[in-house]
């Protein structure tokens, strides 16, 4: 059944996208709030086909740690369903994302119009500048910026490998940096998806000021800790 219900959803997902791609090309005329309502929308209706075709829906903890304003949101992950969440939960956040994401068709060019920020590895220190300026910008909308500061997935269990551009975010922005843990891949595993109920949990914030050793060590011990206790809560440890 799980394997039926996986099938279907990524049928569903895959019609999804292409009509409201199709549906939200005139977004590309307007200004970038249009486009980012867009992603939101694409978040809300694939969480809905998550619930009713798969029996996978999800809780938000820690509501009350979200800032009213431009604050850095740093977590774990672990599944695309993270990418998929924060939109939804998150009011126009910009994402940090891998540039070559911005060469798919679409996916990128939404990404490009809704003021995503784009990170390019290959460019090593600058890199980092690039980063921190579009990520000036984005607070300067008065944004939230949510970065994932392991640079891309990772397996439950992997040793944590944090980089330096969530502290280079945080030392030069000056904003509050709310951590989240989640265990989006123990229902989120590859091509299946399992019924159950997927948790995120904004912790804390960390307020700016913190030497880069400091906040590093904060940061890690909060995302690592949180999203350890919500995996084993999952799974019925």
């Not at 929308?41 to 800032?67: D, K, N, P, Q, S």
């Not at 980089?163 to 030392?171: N, R, T």
Request: proline residues 8%.
């Amino acid at each position: 059944m799980v394997v039926l219900r996986s099938v279907l959803f990524q049928i569903y997902f895959a019609v999804l996208s292409v009509a409201m791609c199709l549906g939200f090309t005139p977004a590309f005329l307007g200004p970038w709030p249009w486009a980012a309502r867009g992603v939101e929308y694409w978040g809300r209706a694939t969480l809905w086909g998550l619930r009713v075709i798969c029996g996978l829906t999800y809780e938000v903890r820690g509501r009350e740690h979200i800032m009213a304003g431009p604050a850095l949101y740093a977590g774990k992950h672990l599944a695309m369903w993270d990418t998929v969440v924060l939109p939804v939960i998150l009011k126009n956040p910009a994402l940090v994302l891998k540039r070559q994401l911005l060469r798919v068709p679409f996916y990128g060019w939404y990404a490009l119009k809704s003021g995503m920020i784009a990170l390019d590895r290959s460019a090593h220190a600058t890199a980092v500048r690039s980063l921190v300026a579009q990520a000036k910008a984005r607070r300067a909308e008065g944004r939230p910026i949510a970065i994932f500061p392991e640079g891309t997935r990772r397996k439950i269990g992997a040793p944590p490998a944090y980089k330096p551009g969530v502290a280079a975010l945080y030392g030069q922005l000056d904003i509050p940096c709310v951590p989240f843990g989640l265990n989006s891949s123990v229902y989120w595993t590859g091509a299946l998806r399992r019924p159950g109920r997927i948790v995120i949990e904004f912790l804390p914030p960390i307020p700016p000021g913190l030497k880069r050793r400091e906040f590093m060590a904060a940061l890690e011990t909060q995302i690592e800790t949180s999203t350890a206790a919500l995996v084993a809560e999952a799974r019925g440890a």
